[in-house]
């Protein structure tokens, strides 16, 4: 498998305090990778520096085999924080016609005014309505989500995956992290774990059981 | 993943605020009854056009960078050096746009003197730069306030701002007296538009020239090294 992004070693310290210790992982093409760890466990930082939005202290991070910030400019990538990220006095359509979509309706409210859901879905929507990405990195997509959303949400995922396209996504949603996901990067204390989704299926089923449980002995690993 | 240009992305998520364009054409229509009434008297509208673009480029890059709302655009394919220069042409592009308007008028109305004039415009491109570069750190508009703030603290201790002043009065002599009078037109670019002799001098203007493209290659690097970690939402 064709690797999209790697990262190796990476260090970050937040001044005194280290948030991640060396983290190393891989997303290949057509491959989905989950992130999970404890609130503060660092994972937005782990997925910020993974798009060249934070410098690490150390370790390299390689998009398509180059230095993330020449990557860049090269390899197309959708990065989606969150709701929160989307400009508040923005109006809908506004964002839309930034990327190309078509407003069918001609939406002109502001975005301030929308539910959080409604948000995360507009942005969510707007990474999945760019073709020809290489890599998607989503950080908690299904905040928010009502069940149909998140149906449609995962839906997407496994598609893009299935086509070619490498997804990096954070969440604590661990039931629809392992329907979408191949491979797990549990993050606690600084320090990432890789584990392959058949090391973690039960009775040939990986569940979000299955990957708390799993989470548990990390946890208890690094204790 | 976005492919519109950092310009047009930037003008759509952190356009200038209503009333500064609002603002801006209230300093043209200045410029238009002062061109009629009272033409030797013009500048007033270029220094209100000045102080404006004080506050209308320092657009404060950092926060709504850090809030993830230029995400698309820093983990697209501009590189952070055309992303730094695209938010400079943003912030500045009304107040350069309404210069350019009033110069124009000015010129319709036989002020040639303005339209030629190299040191006028440059007071507008020392503003544009200083206060973007200030500011990109700060929240928006702090960087024009802080400036704006000084140059009134300045004017009320008169007299040793006289004193400073009085070194863009004469045509530099010698390297020090040309470092000072380039310092003052930075520091204070209203001066600038009173056709001061330093003005005229190429060598004068020049020195500025250095003098911002430093200020612009240091603020491109602050772009390029910072670390856009996530800030918690408004």
């Known amino acids: 498998m064709n690797v999209i992004l790697s990262l190796n070693n990476v260090v970050k310290r937040y001044d005194d305090r280290r948030v991640l210790s060396g983290a190393s992982f891989s997303v290949g093409r057509g491959e989905a990778v989950g992130v999970i760890g404890p609130n503060g466990a660092g994972k937005t930082t782990l997925l910020r520096i993974a798009m060249g939005l934070i410098h690490p202290d150390a370790g390299c991070v390689r998009l398509d085999g180059e230095p993330v910030q020449a990557g860049l400019r090269r390899v197309p990538v959708a990065y989606f924080a969150g709701e929160s990220t989307l400009p508040p006095s923005l109006r809908v359509r506004a964002w839309r016609n930034l990327f190309h979509e078509v407003d069918e309706r001609g939406e002109n409210r502001m975005l301030r005014v929308l539910s959080r859901g409604t948000r995360q879905l507009l942005g969510l929507r707007t990474v999945f309505s760019v073709g020809g990405l290489r890599l998607i990195v989503l950080d908690e997509p299904w905040e928010g989500l009502d069940p149909d959303a998140a149906r449609w949400l995962s839906e997407a995922m496994r598609a893009r995956r299935d086509a070619g396209t490498g997804i990096l996504v954070s969440s604590h949603r661990l039931h629809e992290l392992a329907g979408v996901c191949d491979r797990y990067v549990f993050l606690n204390r600084g320090i990432t774990t890789a584990v392959s989704a058949r090391s973690v299926a039960r009775e040939g089923l990986v569940s979000g059981d299955a990957l708390l449980a799993a989470f548990d002995v990390v946890r208890g690993r690094a204790r | ?234």
């Open chain 2, 1 to 234: 993943m976005i492919r519109v240009s950092t310009l047009r992305f930037v003008l759509t998520v952190s356009p200038a605020p209503g009333w500064m364009l609002i603002g801006f054409a209230g300093s043209v229509l200045l410029g238009v009854a002062t061109l009629c009434f009272n033409p030797r008297e013009v500048d007033s509208a270029f220094g209100s056009i000045l102080l404006l673009q004080m506050f209308a480029v320092s657009d404060g890059f950092s926060i709504p960078a850090s809030r993830g709302y230029f995400d698309p655009l820093l983990t697209g394919e501009h590189s952070r050096q055309q992303m730094a220069i695209g938010t400079l042409a943003a912030a500045a592009l009304p107040g350069v746009f309404a210069w350019v308007l009033l110069v124009l008028i000015a010129a319709a109305f036989g002020q040639w003197r303005i339209v030629v004039a190299p040191h006028r415009h440059i007071a507008l491109v020392i503003v544009s730069v200083l206060a973007w570069a200030g500011g990109l750190a700060l929240p928006r508009m702090s960087a024009g306030a802080l400036w704006a703030f000084f140059l009134v603290s300045a004017a009320l201790f008169r007299g040793a701002l006289a004193k400073y002043a009085t070194v863009v009065q004469s045509a530099p002599t010698d390297a020090l007296h040309l470092l000072q009078s380039a310092l003052a037109f930075v520091i204070c670019p209203f001066l600038l538009l009173g056709d001061p002799p330093a003005s005229t001098r190429p060598i004068v203007v020049g020195t500025d020239l250095i003098l911002l493209l430093a200020v612009i290659w240091c603020a491109v690097r602050y772009v390029e090294r910072r670390d856009y970690a996530l800030m918690d939402p408004l």
